[in-house]
């Protein structure tokens, strides 16, 4: 943490990033992108698998985040539902910019690239995911890009905004800027993402019933 940093802050900023570290997607899960077979129905499975495991690792840490289950019960739900897909371009996103083990970089890339996704959105995807490599971030910036995007209050049916901002945010507005600017590239994915959605609804894919509850469909 930034030297200029509160007591309450940097104790802060180690609650989050301890829940980011413990909350991880499990390793045997995450190894079958090695293993699996490659088709495109077999790549859409796995990151079927992958997503509805994130979203469960997600839920925990966001439990975490200090002050979240304070928050009115209907705001936690709103909020996990208007981040997931982003929260999950993030994390999605550092496993590209070299996360271990090896070998995950790869071989993800090349499951996204075939499972479906047309063309169109795969450029934007993929820049993203170049723009948020470049930043090389530590797992502290990691952590805080991640729960800022999921505490962030502008969520479609949040109620008391007010409510939210008062959570403390270490404000390192210098330090932030580039990654919070990438935010703003992170909400242009959500648009892409309901169209990707779509198209793979209109081919007949079947998604798991937390991923249809938490992206509305079906
Ligand atoms: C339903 C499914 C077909 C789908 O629909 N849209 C998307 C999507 C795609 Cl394509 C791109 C971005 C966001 C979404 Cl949401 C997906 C797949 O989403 C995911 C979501 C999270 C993760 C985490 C991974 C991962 C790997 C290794 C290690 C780790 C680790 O954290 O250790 C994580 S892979 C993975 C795939």
Not at 29 to 51: C, P
Not at 55 to 83: C, R, W
Not at 151 to 175: F, G, I, N
Request: aromatic share 8%; with cysteine; charged share 20%.
């Amino acid at each position: 943490p930034p030297p200029n940093c509160s007591r309450e802050q940097r104790a802060l900023i180690q609650a989050i990033l301890k829940a980011y570290e413990r909350h991880q997607i499990p390793h045997d899960v995450a190894k079958k992108l090695l293993h699996d077979q490659y088709s495109v129905e077999e790549n859409f499975l796995l990151l079927t698998e992958m997503a509805t495991n994130q979203v469960q690792v997600l839920v925990e840490f966001t439990k975490n985040i200090p002050g979240f289950l304070s928050l009115d019960h209907e705001d936690q739900i709103a909020l996990l539902k208007g981040s997931a897909v982003e929260a999950m371009f993030l994390r999605s996103a550092q496993v590209f910019s070299s996360k271990t083990p090896a070998g995950h970089t790869e071989v993800l890339e090349d499951r996204i690239r075939k499972s479906g996704i047309s063309e169109e959105f795969i450029i934007p995807m993929f820049n993203f995911y170049k723009s948020i490599g470049g930043l090389h971030m530590n797992p502290e910036e990691q952590a805080l890009l991640t729960a800022i995007t999921i505490l962030t209050p502008d969520r479609p049916y949040v109620k008391d905004q007010s409510k939210l901002c008062t959570l403390h945010h270490p404000h390192e507005p210098q330090y932030f800027a580039r990654l919070l600017g990438r935010l703003t590239e992170l909400r242009s994915l959500n648009h892409y993402h309901t169209e990707i959605i779509s198209s793979w609804r209109v081919s007949d894919h079947k998604f798991t019933p937390l991923l249809c509850e938490i992206w509305d469909v079906q």
